[in-house]
């Protein structure tokens, strides 16, 4: 909900939501604590949405967020069941897929930095979780991981063996084949480098 009047009633004729009376309008928005159509509570995460009529400006109803979602409760006006919200969000996905992918790649152009930054921050707090997941994963999916790491090989074998021959150099100065690090890690002179490189 917006933090006043004011800021409610800009956003609304801003976004092209006709009345005769938003005085009167707000009045009814403040008050109304439940979606018009399907009667559910707002909520933060299923919030009060003010529809209109995209085409004449003309306002509609206070509905719920899942309710407005590409006014699906237009096309069942006499109400929906979860199965009926699923069918039609698929059918709108599909007709609109090039559409929400274009709008998804134009979000992460314009917020790479920011989501860059949030998904550090989530790893971060979320590592011992994602830890977790990530080996109950592999747990469950083990024979598809290992026919799909083979699969793969078979697809990239000389790409993947000239990567393997490729010269590297550690951290401790030593020139190995990149198939050979984790070997070479456990060398005397690698050990050495790391002992005497401890802060």
């Known amino acids: ?19 005769d009376n938003y005085d009167e309008l707000y009045e009814v928005y403040i008050k109304t604590m439940e979606c018009q159509h399907c009667k559910t509570e707002f909520t933060e995460k299923n919030w009060r949405c003010m529809d209109h009529d995209h085409t004449t400006g003309l306002f509609r109803k206070i509905v719920c967020h899942r309710c407005n979602n590409q006014d699906i409760y237009i096309r069942f006006p006499n109400g929906f069941t979860e199965q009926d919200r699923k069918e039609y969000q698929k059918e709108y996905y599909q007709a609109n897929k090039d559409k929400n992918k274009e709008h998804t790649q134009e979000y992460q152009r314009a917020n790479k930095e920011k989501i860059r930054q949030y998904q550090k921050e989530y790893r971060q707090a979320n590592k011992e979780k994602l830890n977790e997941q990530k080996k109950e994963y592999r747990q469950a999916n083990k024979e598809k991981l290992k026919e799909q790491k083979k699969e793969y090989y078979q697809a990239n074998k000389q790409k993947i063996l000239e990567q393997n021959k490729e010269k590297i150099e550690c951290e401790c100065g030593s020139i190995v084949c990149r198939s050979d690090i984790a070997q070479h890690n456990r060398t005397k002179r690698h050990s050495n480098y790391k002992l005497n490189n401890l802060v």
């Open 1 to 19: 909900m917006p933090s006043s009047k004011y800021d409610a009633i800009y956003n609304w004729k801003k976004y092209g939501l006709i009345y």
